[in-house]
């Protein structure tokens, strides 16, 4: 890895280190603090919010009727998410240790913390649950697809995506015949960075 492209990474986390600290700024603001998997706010801000919640009656009679035509449509997405999150977690389970590729932990992208905001009616909740899932298990999916591509095909495109995953930096270059031959090995298995990383975030647990 050049050090330009390594300069870059240890930037990103320098401002992943920041980000954290701004989260914890707002966890003092808005008076909540995290303990292991749940959120908690003191009781008087949990009143509060209680009171600015809206009745699912006048929510549902204040919705666009169009907005309520389309449930069955964001519904029934679910069915085929539910199918792949499972075939995923398999193929992870089955061919990860094969590969010797770090397991994705599927708990660090679904995340569901939102039905703790008593500002919110029953059907919203829902909706945060429902939204909370299906994006932390496309996130969740990205990543075990980035690791196999890492070990299967880690060549960065010759043209410039909208987006790369977490493993496109660790890529070999286009072109770069023998780059490829000499360094493709190594690459496969260089996943040292999210043992560090995973040792790093069980410290923050208290594991």
């Known amino acids: 890895m050049n050090d330009k492209l390594q300069s870059l990474i240890e930037a990103i986390k320098k401002l992943e280190q920041e980000l954290t600290l701004e989260f914890q700024k707002k966890e003092a603001e808005f008076s909540y603090h995290i303990r292991g998997k749940k959120v908690l706010f003191d009781q008087e801000i949990k009143r509060q919010h ?122 070999l270059e286009y072109g770069d015949a023998e780059g490829y031959r000499r360094e493709l090995n190594a690459v496969r298995h260089a996943f040292e960075d999210l043992q560090t990383e995973e040792e790093a975030a069980n410290s923050r647990e208290g594991k």
């Open 50 to 171: 209680k009171l600015i919640a809206i009745r699912i009656s006048r929510y549902l009679r204040e919705s666009e009727f169009l907005n309520i035509l389309t449930v069955p449509f964001i519904w029934g997405c679910l069915f085929p998410a539910l199918f792949m999150d499972a075939v995923v977690s398999l193929f992870q389970a089955v061919c990860f240790p094969i590969y010797k590729i770090p397991k994705v932990k599927r708990s660090s992208y679904i995340v569901f913390d939102r039905h703790s905001l008593s500002y919110l009616n029953g059907i919203e909740k829902l909706n945060c649950l429902y939204c909370g899932y299906f994006n932390g298990l496309i996130a969740y999916i990205r990543e075990i697809a980035g690791r196999t591509e890492q070990f299967w095909c880690p060549i960065k495109h010759a043209r410039r995506t909208s987006d790369f995953h977490s493993r496109y930096s660790k890529f």
